[in-house]
T-cell receptor, first 109, second 114 residues
Framework: GQNIDQPTEMTATEGAIVQINCTYQ??????LFWYQQHAGEAPTFLSY??LDGLEEKGRFSSFLSRSKGYSYLLLKELQMKDSASYLC??????????WGAGTKLIIKP | ETGVTQTPRHLVMGMTNKKSLKCEQH?????MYWYKQSAKKPLELMFV???????ENNSVPSRFSPECPNSSHLFLHLHTLQPEDSALYLC?????????????FGQGTRLTVV
């Protein structure tokens, strides 16, 4: 079966760095997405990786290793507004998105 | 504001009621989706429409009935639901179904079945 694993919850301190990991087992691979979802709001797109390596976008970076079935989202200089759930999703060979259950990130002052 | 609008935001319905959820996008996207989001569970894809044609139905019970009258609008008709159907229902759209296309989500309808 297809599976996406990510931690249920993480806590970090304002101003610090946090890494949210995602491992996947899917039928084929057409890219990995990270979305951010604040409580009661729509998920919003953060990043897309289809090739191995690190993609940097401001305070957020996303890494992919296809051989290891592994990705992480790195958040730097954490701000209180970064408190949200972070969803990892992989597009399989049928272009269907397989979603993880999300990681709830709690930022403390 | 993502460009995808869902109404209503909240809905409470009895098990014998009939109601409809509405989704609208004016982003010029060709693909539209209905997802179910339950607490601490992955997003569950329910239906996919591509160029107004339904391309996927992921074993969704017949008490959920989608309708896509045009490329900008998507409905989810609900009837004789069960309490376990209570969840957040998210609509999304994307330019197409290829790999590098991000999905834009609406804010969802929080459905409670009593």
């Amino acid at each position: 079966g297809q599976n996406i694993d990510q931690p249920t919850e993480m806590t970090a301190t304002e101003g610090a760095i946090v890494q949210i990991n995602c491992t996947y087992q899917t039928s084929g691979f057409n890219g990995l997405f990270w979305y951010q979802q604040h409580a009661g709001e729509a998920p919003t797109f953060l990043s897309y990786n289809v090739l191995d390596g690190l993609e940097e976008k401001g305070r957020f970076s996303s890494f992919l290793s296809r051989s290891k079935g592994y990705s992480y989202l790195l958040l730097k200089e954490l701000q209180m507004k970064d408190s949200a759930s972070y969803l990892c999703a992989v597009m399989d060979s049928n272009y269907q998105l397989i979603w993880g259950a999300g990681t709830k990130l709690i930022i403390k002052p | 504001e993502t460009g995808v609008t869902q109404t209503p935001r909240h809905l409470v319905m009895g098990m014998t009621n009939k109601k409809s959820l509405k989704c609208e996008q004016h982003l010029g996207h060709n693909a539209m989706y209905w997802y179910k989001q339950s607490a601490k569970k992955p997003l569950e894809l329910m239906f996919v429409y591509n160029f107004k044609e339904q391309t996927e139905n992921n074993s969704v019970p017949s008490r959920f009935s989608p309708e896509c009258p045009n490329s900008s609008h998507l409905f989810l008709h609900l009837h004789t639901l069960q309490p376990e159907d209570s969840a957040l229902y998210l609509c999304a759209s994307s330019q197409d179904r290829t790999g590098d296309t991000e999905a834009f989500f609406g804010q969802g309808t929080r459905l409670t079945v009593v």
